[in-house]
Every structure is written in C-alpha cells, then in structure tokens.
C-alpha cells in the first residue's frame, strides 16, 4: 500500500522540510533565515556600524541570529520586549582539526562528537559536509560557507559475524566514527575541499565543518502527517520562530517583537555567540539606543519584557512508555509543549507559564504539558541562561517529536502549525 501524502495538507510541514534541507549547519541556518527575513522586509545590520532608527533589522554574529522589528514604536518610545528565542545547532560529527588519516587500506577523515549526538544512528548513512573555512584573500581573511551535498564521507558498522553475542557494539567516539571517504589515495580532505570551493588550501587558515546527512526531509506517513527529518532539535524552532516574526511584525501588537537564535546549545552556550554570551542583551540596548533611550530607560524596558525558549520537546514513545512521566503523556500531533522542572532544567514559572498559556488559546491551538521522569536526568534549554543572562521572565517550550539527537528525528506535521501559530501569538499578544 503507497502512503497517501495529500500535497498542502500540511504546508507548513512541506515548508519545514524545504527549510531543513536548505540548512545542513548553524551557519547555513542564518542563511536561510536570513533569506527569509529579507523576502519579508528587514534588513541585514553589522556590529561594527552604527545602528539606524526604527525598523525592521537582523544581525548575524557566525552561527546565530538576532531579527527584530522596532518599526511600531516612536522616537523616545518605551518598547517591551517580546522575544522568542531558539538554538540553530544539532548534535552531529565534526571534522577534527588533523583529520587525514589511513587504515586497513582506506582513506579515513577524523570525526568526533558535537553534543549529545546519538552516534548509532550516524552510522551507515551517506555523509555530506558543511560549514565554514575562514580564507586568506590578500590582506583579509573573508568566512565562506562550505555545502557539499555529495555522498563524501560513510562510516561503516561493524559486521554482526564480528561483534560480540551478535548484540551490537558499544561505539567508542575515539575510535569507532572515523568516516571512509576512498578505497585508494584521494589526496587531503581540506584540499579536497578548499578545491571545490575555489580555493588553494594554504589559503584556508581556519574551518569550522561538519557531517550531514543526505536523505532529504520528507512528510510521512500512510496519511502523510508524520515529519521525518534531521535536526528538528531545534531548526524547527528556527522555522517557527522565523514565521513567527515575520507575521508578528505585520500586528503591530504594542510590544517590540525579536528573535534569537543561538548557536552552541548542544554543548553548554558558552561561546562568543552562545546563549551565555552578551549578544543578546547588546542587541536590546542597541535597539533601546537607537530609539533615544537612555540606560535608565532600557532597563524599565527590560522589567517590562518576557521571553519564550523553544526547544524541542519528548514525545511519549509508544515502544518506550515506561520511559516517560507516567502523568504527563506527550502526544505527537497534539500541540505545542510547556516544559516545567522543579530544578530549574527548565526556566518555566507560573508567571512565564500562564503568558504561553494565553498565547495557545490566543492562536487556538492545544497546548500540553511536559515534566520530565524524576528519576531520569533532565536536558536543558537556553532558558535558564537566558533568564540568568538578562532577568527576564522566560517560559520553555517545544514542539512534541521522537528520536532526539538522532541523525534523523521524527514529528507530526500539524504541530509545526500548531507551534508557529503559538510563538506568534506569544510575539504579537492581543
């Protein structure tokens, strides 16, 4: 039997996937947001200019993005803040800085872990590569994006006659996920790469690259309402919140809509450009400066501001029930989650809680509830880090999908609907 995917049924989720596919890595993420907000009417800005007044802005430092639109407020104006903040990293296998190597006869490329990767599931699968390589071009160093979607790199499972009882083998990062990339010498891969991009490789001085899958995103499914993808934790989030936006600045809803999207999360947002960094809280008062605010002024604006975290949430797992909080089932497809832990994995209270439960009902979506099993580690957010970064109220939430920190996650496709609507009401309050 052929599943029968209704083409619009779910046109978010087809947009989703297109965007996904669009964005192999953090900084491709920016692009393709980027590219989005322009087709929308804002306008690109560098830190290292002076800011115009009101309008319709985004700023891009490497791997994260901040858009905002400031246009509904006057000179002299005291704006509140309405930001919906998100991560545009993913766990996944990064090329190691000396990455050549051979063995058994095969050319190898060195790859390790980046976050909590759930490395079963890298294995076996046709890899392309992305990124960035910052290049020497006269007196410049200039950052170019690197994509490659070509069957490059696999790293290969160990045959079952070979393992142990016959039941797998434990993977150790160290050893087991270098990747084949030829049967005979095919040279250096940062040449290889530094060719293909047309560059010499004395000239790359830096690169920041990574492993991708190539199965294109696809909407499943017999009555095609599931979403099979990689990275949804967390470009559905970036995808989300960037629809959000861009509909948000068209209600002129009485608060200043932004949008943060944070490289870093999968492995603590202590970076330049990490959730723990300042740029967010630089953006605000920039925005605050350019509008004749002083520092007085901007922190009133702070006291007035609330923030929603969206990450992606667990759904309950019908092969694993017994996994998940027994009292708080999570249904794939029954709308956007607001995650709460006692220890503050999460950043949600009952004040934060209560505005992401107007904006549901505002956008007339359902809305469930998520709390982690306590005897099980709870993951964290950029929540807690931003709430501690700026004090502002901050709520968490997510969108409900299964195999987290696999190479390829699954998701219903009415909830990236159901989530988009949600994040814009939360932007644009009525």
Same mark, same amino acid.
């Given at each position: 039997?052929?599943?029968?995917?209704?083409?619009?049924?779910?046109?978010?989720?087809?947009? /989703?996937?297109?965007?996904?596919?669009?964005?192999?890595?953090?900084?491709?993420?920016?692009?393709?947001?980027?590219?989005? /907000?322009?087709?929308?009417?804002?306008?690109?800005?560098?830190?290292?200019?002076?800011?115009?007044?009101?309008?319709?802005?985004?700023?891009? +430092?490497?791997?994260?993005?901040?858009?905002?639109?400031?246009?509904?407020?006057?000179?002299?104006?005291?704006?509140?803040?309405?930001?919906?903040?998100?991560?545009?990293?993913?766990?996944? *296998?990064?090329?190691?800085?000396?990455?050549?190597?051979?063995?058994?006869?095969?050319?190898?490329?060195?790859?390790?872990?980046?976050?909590?990767?759930?490395?079963?599931?890298?294995?076996?699968?046709?890899?392309?590569?992305?990124?960035?390589?910052?290049?020497? &071009?006269?007196? =410049?160093?200039?950052?170019?994006?690197? +994509?490659?979607?070509?069957?490059?790199?696999?790293?290969?499972?160990?045959?079952?006659?070979?393992?142990?009882?016959?039941?797998?083998?434990?993977?150790?990062? &160290?050893?087991?996920?270098?990747? @084949?990339?030829?049967?005979?010498?095919?040279?250096?891969?940062?040449?290889?790469?530094?060719?293909?991009?047309?560059?010499?490789?004395?000239?790359?001085?830096?690169?920041?690259?990574?492993?991708?899958?190539?199965?294109?995103?696809?909407?499943?499914?017999?009555?095609?309402?599931?979403?099979?993808?990689?990275?949804?934790?967390?470009?559905?989030?970036?995808?989300?919140?960037?629809?959000?936006?861009?509909?948000?600045?068209?209600?002129?809803?009485?608060?200043?809509?932004?949008?943060?999207?944070?490289?870093?999360?999968?492995?603590?947002?202590?970076? $330049?450009?990490?959730?723990?960094?300042?740029?967010?809280?630089?953006? *605000?008062?920039?925005?605050?400066?350019?509008?004749?605010?002083?520092?007085?002024?901007?922190?009133?604006?702070?006291?007035?501001?609330? @923030?929603?975290?969206? $990450?992606?949430?667990?759904?309950?797992?019908?092969?694993? #029930?017994?996994?998940?909080?027994?009292?708080?089932?999570?249904?794939?497809? !029954?709308?956007?989650? /607001?995650?709460?832990? =006692?220890?503050?994995?999460?950043?949600? $209270?009952?004040? !934060?809680?209560?505005?992401?439960?107007?904006?549901?009902? =505002?956008?007339?979506?359902?809305?469930?509830?998520?709390?982690?099993?306590?005897?099980? #580690?709870?993951?964290?957010?950029?929540?807690?880090?931003?709430?501690?970064?700026?004090?502002?109220?901050? @709520?968490?939430?997510?969108?409900?999908?299964?195999?987290?920190?696999?190479?390829?996650?699954?998701?219903?496709?009415?909830?990236?609907?159901?989530?988009?609507?949600?994040?814009?009401?939360? /932007?644009?309050?009525?």
């Amino acid at each position: 039997m052929a599943a029968t995917v209704t083409p619009g049924r779910y046109p978010e989720a087809e947009a /989703l996937c297109a965007f996904i596919d669009r964005s192999p890595s953090p900084f491709h993420v920016c692009q393709t947001v980027a590219r989005m /907000l322009e087709d929308a009417g804002f306008s690109p800005l560098a830190e290292v200019d002076a800011w115009p007044g009101p309008g319709r802005y985004f700023v891009v +430092r490497g791997g994260s993005i901040i858009a905002f639109d400031s246009s509904g407020f006057d000179h002299g104006e005291l704006p509140a803040f309405r930001i919906v903040g998100g991560h545009t990293d993913s766990p996944n *296998l990064r090329v190691k800085q000396n990455h050549d190597r051979e063995s058994a006869g095969l050319a190898q490329v060195r790859l390790e872990p980046y976050g909590g990767a759930w490395l079963h599931s890298w294995l076996d699968r046709d890899l392309g590569v992305s990124g960035r390589i910052a290049v020497r &071009q006269g007196d =410049q160093v200039v950052h170019t994006l690197v +994509r490659i979607d070509e069957p490059l790199l696999r790293v290969p499972q160990l045959a079952i006659h070979l393992s142990e009882n016959r039941r797998g083998v434990e993977l150790d990062p &160290q050893r087991h996920l270098d990747a @084949v990339w030829g049967a005979s010498d095919p040279g250096r891969f940062l040449e290889r790469i530094a060719v293909a991009e047309g560059y010499h490789v004395d000239d790359v001085l830096g690169f920041e690259l990574m492993v991708h899958d190539l199965a294109p995103s696809r909407v499943m499914g017999v009555d095609g309402d599931l979403v099979s993808a990689p990275r949804l934790d967390n470009q559905c989030t970036c995808f989300a919140g960037t629809r959000a936006l861009i509909e948000a600045a068209d209600r002129n809803a009485g608060v200043l809509p932004v949008l943060a999207l944070f490289d870093h999360e999968e492995v603590g947002s202590s970076s $330049d450009r990490g959730a723990g960094s300042d740029l967010l809280i630089t953006v *605000l008062e920039r925005i605050a400066l350019t509008h004749g605010l002083g520092r007085e002024d901007f922190l009133r604006a702070l006291a007035l501001s609330d @923030v929603a975290s969206g $990450d992606m949430a667990h759904a309950t797992h019908p092969n694993y #029930p017994e996994r998940h909080e027994p009292g708080h089932q999570i249904a794939v497809g !029954g709308g956007p989650v /607001l995650k709460v832990n =006692q220890n503050l994995r999460y950043a949600s $209270d009952a004040d !934060g809680e209560a505005l992401f439960v107007l904006a549901a009902e =505002q956008a007339g979506v359902p809305l469930q509830r998520y709390v982690h099993r306590a005897d099980l #580690p709870c993951g964290s957010t950029i929540g807690p880090i931003t709430a501690t970064r700026t004090g502002l109220t901050t @709520v968490d939430v997510g969108a409900p999908q299964l195999a987290m920190h696999s190479a390829r996650e699954l998701m219903g496709a009415a909830d990236v609907g159901y989530y988009a609507a949600a994040l814009t009401a939360f /932007l644009a309050p009525a």
